[in-house]
């Protein structure tokens, strides 16, 4: 009961920030967030740490009679600490972040952007635990608007400003999708929401309305060709928000998709299908042009539509294994998605913030003006290497976790699958090891170019790490990504009851028994590696104390005068993977060629861009042809009065004559 | 834990032995089977000489991409005996922790700052990317036919299916697992050790500023690499469950026989041209595939 009133208090504080002095502003938002991560921390334990059931919260009973009810259960409850989790590190993170901006933003502006914070926090809440159809979608608006108050912050640079009416569009078209879908099923049964899915769901064909909501959730989550916004959105805005919106907000998306598959009932094998072949080209594509792009947090918004695609291949295969009665295959593979949205919050989260860090530091986020940071920011390039580890998917770090059970439903289901089923599979764990791949050639990359070698520029030259207070909240990302790599079976163990719980899977105890053996076994294994490394680091430590150590020059093949402009460059690295994958990825190259009576060759620049295919024809393409057909018509548009009467005459000649002739 | 020391014993002479078959191949005698593992001994005893520019991931990383290698080694079964650690989905971990070492072997090289071992970096995971899905396509197989999904059971069921058609899958995994290795540990016809031009290296390259301790780790982790394949090779073509002196033996026999299959290899065979790699490396997919096309005749999926 104290819940339905603390809730609604929280929200109503919220609005206080604006008249809280701007020394106070951040330690006020602080203690708010703090409450609201207790209040709804507490929801999810209850629920999580009592097995079954629903926790239902209704809002102010007193005042509104029938009103809104928060519905918790297992999933909402996963959601939940998800949220909670990175968004409180987030802010942590953001008072060294937001620093710098103290002197050039009014208290306004930060008034503007803590409060958008807190709303986008407090709308993600409740986005998990609605399930009336118009709430919903307020609150999914709310989350929207939110965010795109975050994503403009530096709007004093237009090109921001017009990333973030191009996110808020996008989002639209989203919310549309969603609506369609929602009024479709309202229509039949005579109530909006996700409870009124099921019923419709018992009487009609699913697949249609199953596509309305995974294209309005997939533009949310940043499925291929769906993700336009995303590589956009996120390098544009701030480092936590990017980091919150990348870890947390997408995964929305996810948490919409999986509800609604909760209620489906027939179809599931094309519904199944259809997830896995999008979940498969976006996780393929989205690292294809990560390993293209030079601005840092512009790669890390491609890895996220690569994960997402992780996600989703779980999900898919999952559905695919309840439409086949198959149970190894529907509970590892939700419980492998469902686990990368944990592990992928975790590490992407960590990523963004320190890309932010090193933004801080160098004001550059291109990745080839950079270089030798590990030197500079010890820290912030540790932190990041373990990120991106992680995100790999290597052992021991939780990346690993989550794509091994994903890889081990696949595995054990192939003796028993059909034809189509086992090519499916086999196709998929070709696809998630290409993934794997790509994804260590983008990160060698991104670590590599940025952090090691020489500097490349006077500002990474001069770089510093950057203060603690940017480092410490990431110890806590760090402890988590390093628990679940190490002890497994403390998070999957769980992950399974969610997942038999919510969809419903007969008989998981001994198949979850047995695979939590093995992730036992793999503790083990990942502790034995860990104790060797260790071992044989002190070892060295020692062997090398006691014979002749010296330093000199890297080996320059003979060449004594090396400059930090020889080094391997983000785009030389790439070079021969540009080759093979030059069908998708199209990198535009524009270099004036040398001409036959140049003797002596001028200064010459070279550029080479690689273009999103999908956004070029997608959306650039068709805005260009509409905005040149409205152009058009905008000759009408003359600023003369007499011609707009004269319009206004011809429409009524219009209607007469048509009334006239019965023609409306 | 038998396998375990034959593995070990397997690394200590086989380097030695494709040296030896390359010597006699061109006329030469050679030096002793043992002289790698002396080697070593002298890297040991060697001081060592850093790079400026190079900093903690330079130094930490040969012994993190030994370790992975010594903990991979831990799931290869030998005959019916199980490995040391063995579960479900081994063979994932597996080729992920190889991953996380060469990992660590490439951001190595890129901390130098030298061009060349940029070069050296970027092919190696070049390739080493596009050989990974016949890997898995092979050990998907592997699991289709036998049932289960680990390498010590699918190793010591392999064999007692009772299908002759077994065979097909001694031969294909014999010629996958030689030529994964060979592409694993940067031998001919992808890359060759001999070269002294640092523009056509691969691995070479990537390790030129290494030196004494760290330098001994390297050479260590790749002679291991080699008995580890080799052990996987001659767990798909001797069965399972003979006498385990036999077995031994056999074990032993089929190293050597591999590393003089490599020794010949490199001693008749010309490089790759560089650029030739990728349709080479993405043949061996091909490959897989058909072996995953006949699995599934066999099982009575398909026709």
Redesign the interface.
Known sequence: MLSSILFPVILTLTFLLFIIPKRFKYAYALAILVCGVALTSAWSYVVLSGGTGTLEIPLLPWVMKNGLILKIDMLSAFFIAVVNFTVLTGFLYARGYLRPYYSTKNSLRFSIHYLAYLWLYLSMILVVVIRDGLPFLIVWEIMALSSFLLVIFDAEDTSILKTGISYLIQMHVGMFFILIAFLIAGRETGQMGFDALNTYFSRNSSLLLFILFFSGFGIKAGFIPLHTWLPQAHPAAPSHVSGVMSGVMIKMGIYGILRVLMSVQDNLLPIGIIILAVSLVSGILGVMMAIVQHDLKRLLAYHSIENIGIIGIGIGLGTIGLATDNTILSLLGFSGGLLHVLNHSLFKSLLFFNAGSVYQITHTRNIEHL??L??KM?YTASLF?IGS?AI????PFNG?IS??LI??G???S??A???NQ?IL??GS??GL??I???A??C??KA???VF???PRSEEAKVAGDVGGDMIYPQYFIIGFIAMIGLLPALIVKPVFSIVSQSFGIPDTTALAV??L??LS??S??SG??VV??LV??VY?HF??KS???????????GYTA?S?D???TAT??A???N??AKPVIQTKKIMRDIGEDEIFPALRKFESHSDDFFKKYLIDKPVDLISGLLKRIAVMQTGLIQHYILYAFVYMLLVFLLTYFNLI | MTGFVLILIAASFFPGVIVRTKSIASGRRGPGILQPVREIGIL??????????????F??AP??T???I??AL??IPFGNQNAL??????F??FS??L??G??FA??AA??????????G???E??F???V??AF??L??TF?????Y?SFSDIFSNFFITGSHYVFIYSIIGFFLFIQTAMIENSRLPVDDPKTHL?LTMIHEVMI??NS???KA?IHIGSYLKFAVYGALIYNVIVPAGWNIFLQAALFLAVQVTFAVIIGLIESFRARNKM?KN?KFILSL?AIALIS?VIV?II?D??I
């Open positions: 270089g030798g590990m030197k010890p290497l580890l790999c998917g290597l052992p690993f794509e091994y890889y081990t696949m595995f054990k192939l003796s699958a059909n034809l086992s599979i086999l764990v070709v090891t290409l794997g791949g790509l260590i050639f990160f060698t670590f590599g170019i090691l070698g020489e047995s695979s053996k093995n076994q793999i083990i294994i034995i590696f060797l490394v044989l680091l060295r062997h090398l014979r002749p150590v010296t330093y000199g020059p890297t080996w320059g093949c090396p930090p020889m080094q391997y030389s690295y070079y021969n993977y080759h093979l | 040991l005893k060697k001081g060592s000489v850093f790079s400026n520019t190079s900093g903690i991931i130094q930490i012994v993190i030994l370790s992975c010594i903990c831990l799931v650690i063995s579960f479900d989905g081994d994932i971990f992920y922790l991953a996380l060469k990992f490439i951001i890129l901390d130098t700052g030298s061009s060349f071992e940029g070069m970096a970027n092919r995971v070049f080493s990317m596009l990974e899905p898995f396509i050990l998907a699991a289709m036919f036998t049932g999904t640092e030129l500023d004494g301790f760290d780790m650029n990728p997919s995953f599934l099982t999926k398909l």
